[in-house]
């Protein structure tokens, strides 16, 4: 009848933990990470964060932002990419950009970001950040990294802001002492060359017989035909290959490797595919427990959940209280009251109001 | 007030149904607009009142280690009720409206925010903004009205207990934070049900309530006093936080009072309310239902924008800091539809709603129809309707209400007579 637990030490606290306690007692309701935030927002212990240190320019439209990371930044190896939470026109929006340098001596960390016409995040970061601005940090993330050890050839394609994880890479290869004993080729396409982000780093490295660099530009050289490399690189088949560019790119090059039997490693970026849907049309809702109902476009979100049989929050019913506010974790939705249209990527962690907000596409909250 | 419905002519008797449903248009286009332009500097405005405060609260608690001096405790006192109105007034009762959701931070969100008072953020978001702000002042609706504990309109129903409401009134001031978890939990409603037939929701609020109350009087009353203790400031510790939290109660109660109690706030029946109320009837209602109170920059930052109380009710989720900028727009809508934007300064108005607790604490029309003359025969009276029992007391009331009629007839009789 006797329970081991019952007789187990309890774990006794350290000092640490009761003075913590006692700083957590003397702040309630806050905690002490709330207060100590106002004064060291980078250390340790806390959400990771990210301090701008330095907005470098590449190219008229794009830029390379230099950030300090917080204490609990645990590294990273070149080619991953990281979360980036950025406060634009007051609103915090979470995007995905590689890592642009190998671990620096300094404990920076650097992405490189071009702005996309249109792009909210992009513009802000390439034109509108400065120096001393916090963002929020994930930690690095990604499987796009060269093997260790390194093949004695490596082949890397690499189209428009496909070049980041890639630079990250060869600067890394390119600062330690000893130079790597790899044959390089780089294949970097651009629409044109005053677009093209770190050219003259790459021709630097060129000319210094670090790799050979094949410069390609859609204006001057027409789009790039996969059948076509072998031209550009004779010994393709001896060579590891990597690539990251737009989709059309890549999948013509995962088909191209795949018909010969070649290895091939991709990084694709996330590109936001979400769209309200035309003409206040709705669309699907999806629930915590994996059910998925149709959802009217004129029909708030709580009606939906609560016709599908669903326990929700709510409280006024017209957008008043607040009471009825979950996590939209993916999709769009549509604003009854005035239009206005949500949308929401996995991780942005956008919360919103499911007594106003109609389904403009398909949606997954957290009820 | 009475109801409006029973009002010899409506405030709202001038306005076509069109009006009303065209007052919504215009109102939802103010929201817009501010919906347009909220952004950057909106973000900054509460991210630096969050830090000024919680720097400030540090500072002056600093202070109070030193409070054995008295010029640092009152220095301290002062700071740390401040800081206590501050956290209360612009920050916690403004995010958890969801007006900062939109930024998507999870620090300053309404579904994470909790506040230095004894009710929890929970309870609060319940009875304060889905029921208060619903039901704006419907007699039987909304609570505030009131609290369960007052009779502050005309249409509540007179009884004896209502005689002492000017005290109850300022023990609840004294007390107020208090008073806030005991209403949110309802808890006279509660109490009087046997204590097995309690539902279980309320049991589990009432003991999330009394957690909170006891973190709070910790962290006042047990964890900051035992660090002056090195110092020799236990006592004055105690005696600042409590003087804070009296300041922060008295000052937050006057505010709230000032924003429905006031003389010339309408209040609504219930069964005057169609269910289907549209948006320009409600809008209608929370114009009608508010007072703001006039004064300075920092008096409006002090009661939390509550001062514009008018906007904060048709606007619940726009950001504090943009009330003061709506404001001419709305009372320019007020103008135009032949309405009474109620807005006075804050000892005008503070008077006007004690002035009604006052009067409301005795039987509708007593005040009235009382001279120096018959005075003892209407404390006769009234010691009659609280003593006789409820058959006694709706005769009594009858015949007041229609003395006071009388009265009034006889003198606008007179007044045309002499014009």
């Known amino acids: 009848m006797t329970s081991t637990a019952l007789y187990a030490p309890q774990p006794r606290k350290g000092w640490r933990q009761r003075l913590r306690a006692v700083a957590d007692a003397a702040v309630t309701p806050l905690d002490l990470d709330d207060v100590l935030d106002h004064f060291h927002p980078l250390r340790g212990g806390t959400e990771l964060r990210g301090r701008v240190v330095e907005v470098r320019p590449e190219t008229a439209e794009s830029a390379t932002v230099v950030l300090k990371p917080g204490r609990d930044w645990a590294g990273h190896v070149p080619g991953q990419y990281v979360r980036v939470g950025v406060d634009v026109d007051g609103v915090r929006l979470w995007r995905t950009y590689s890592l642009t340098h190998g671990p620096r001596r300094d404990g920076c960390i650097s992405i490189t970001v071009k702005a996309i016409p249109g792009g909210v995040v992009s513009n802000h970061l390439v034109h509108r950040v400065r120096p001393g601005t916090m963002v929020q940090l994930g930690q690095a993330e990604g499987e796009f990294v060269l093997p260790d050890?390194?093949?004695?050839?490596?082949?890397?394609?690499?189209?428009?802001?496909?070049?980041?994880?890639?630079?990250?890479?060869?600067?890394?290869?390119?600062?330690?002492a000893e130079a790597p004993d790899t044959d390089i080729v780089l294949v970097h396409v651009n629409a044109s060359e005053s677009s093209a982000i770190f050219r003259d780093e790459l021709r630097a490295h060129g000319d210094a017989g670090r790799l050979r660099l094949v410069e390609r530009y859609d204006d001057r050289d027409g789009l790039l035909d996969v059948a076509a490399l072998d031209a550009l690189v004779p010994d393709l088949d001896e060579r590891l290959s990597y690539a990251c560019g737009p989709a059309g790119l890549l999948d013509a090059l995962e088909a191209h490797h795949a018909g010969r039997g070649l290895p091939l490693t991709t990084e694709r970026f996330r590109t936001p595919l979400l769209e309200a849907a035309e003409g206040g049309a709705g669309g699907t809702l999806t629930l915590s427990d994996g059910t998925t109902v149709d959802a009217a476009g004129d029909t708030?979100?709580?009606?939906?959940?609560?016709?599908?049989?669903?326990?929700?929050?709510?409280?006024?019913?017209?957008?008043?209280?607040?009471?009825?506010?979950?996590?939209?974790?993916?999709?769009?939705?549509?604003?009854?009251?005035?239009?206005?249209?949500?949308?929401?990527?996995?991780?942005?962690?956008?919360?919103?109001?499911?007594?106003?907000?109609?389904?403009?596409?398909?949606?997954?909250?957290?009820? | 007030m009475t109801v409006i419905t029973k009002q010899p002519v409506s405030p709202i008797a001038h306005l076509t149904p069109e009006d009303v449903e065209q007052i919504g248009v215009e109102l939802d286009a103010i929201r817009q607009d501010v919906l347009d332009a909220r952004g950057e500097e909106d973000a900054a405005y509460i991210r630096t009142v969050v830090d000024v405060q919680r720097k400030l609260e540090l500072g002056s608690r600093a202070v109070l280690l030193g409070s054995a001096l008295p010029p640092l405790w009152v220095l301290g006192t002062i700071g740390l009720s401040v800081a206590k109105i501050l956290e209360n007034m612009e920050i916690g009762h403004n995010v958890m409206h969801g007006q900062w959701d939109w930024m998507r931070d999870p620090k300053i969100h309404s579904t994470t925010w909790e506040w230095d008072n004894a009710s929890t953020a929970e309870g609060w978001k319940h009875s304060h903004n889905e029921v208060h702000h619903t039901y704006t002042n419907i007699v039987g609706k909304d609570n505030d009205l009131g609290y369960g504990i007052m009779r502050v309109d005309e249409d509540q129903r007179w009884h004896p207990f209502h005689l002492g409401q000017p005290l109850w009134n300022f023990i609840n001031a004294c007390f107020f934070e208090y008073g806030i978890a005991a209403y949110d939990l309802e808890l006279g409603k509660n109490l009087s049900v046997p204590k097995e037939k309690r539902s279980e929701e309320f049991k589990a609020n009432a003991r999330k309530t009394l957690a909170k109350i006891r973190k709070q009087a910790t962290k006042d009353y047990v964890v900051h006093p035992a660090l002056g203790l090195p110092f020799g400031a236990v006592l004055p510790i105690v005696a600042a936080n409590f003087t804070a939290n009296l300041v922060r109660n008295l000052w937050s109660h006057s505010v709230i009072m000032c924003g429905h109690f006031p003389e010339g706030v309408e209040t609504f029946e219930r069964k005057s309310i169609p269910a289907d109320e549209t948006r320009g009837q409600w809008y209608v209602r929370q114009m009608l239902g508010s007072a703001n109170i006039s004064g300075s920059k920092a008096m409006h930052l002090m009661t939390g924008n509550l001062s514009h109380q008018i906007e904060h009710h048709l606007f619940p989720d726009l950001p504090s800091s943009r009330y003061a900028e709506v404001a001419p727009r709305v009372q320019a809508l007020f103008e135009k539809y032949d309405l009474h934007y109620h807005s006075a300064p804050l000892p005008q108005q503070v008077a006007s709603a004690w002035h009604k607790v006052v009067r409301l604490s005795l039987p509708n029309g007593w005040l009235a129809t009382t001279t120096p003359k018959n005075l003892p025969e209407q404390l006769k009276l009234l010691w009659g309707m609280s003593t006789k029992g409820p058959k006694?007391?709706?005769?009594?009331?009858?015949?007041?209400?229609?003395?006071?009629?009388?009265?009034?007839?006889?003198?606008?009789?007179?007044?045309?007579?002499?014009?």
């Open chain 2, 392 to 419: 006694v007391r709706r005769a009594a009331q009858a015949r007041l209400v229609q003395l006071e009629k009388r009265q009034k007839a006889a003198r606008a009789e007179k007044a045309a007579a002499s014009a």
């Open chain 1, 149 to 176: 050890p390194l093949p004695a050839k490596l082949l890397l394609v690499t189209a428009g802001s496909g070049i980041t994880p890639v630079i990250g890479m060869l600067r890394n290869l390119h600062s330690r």
């Open chain 1, 300 to 367: 708030p979100l709580l009606d939906v959940a609560e016709g599908a049989g669903a326990l929700m929050p709510s409280g006024c019913r017209i957008g008043v209280c607040f009471g009825c506010v979950l996590p939209l974790r993916e999709g769009v939705v549509r604003d009854l009251r005035n239009g206005e249209v949500t949308v929401a990527a996995p991780g942005d962690g956008v919360a919103i109001q499911t007594c106003i907000n109609a389904a403009a596409g398909p949606c997954t909250i957290d009820n």
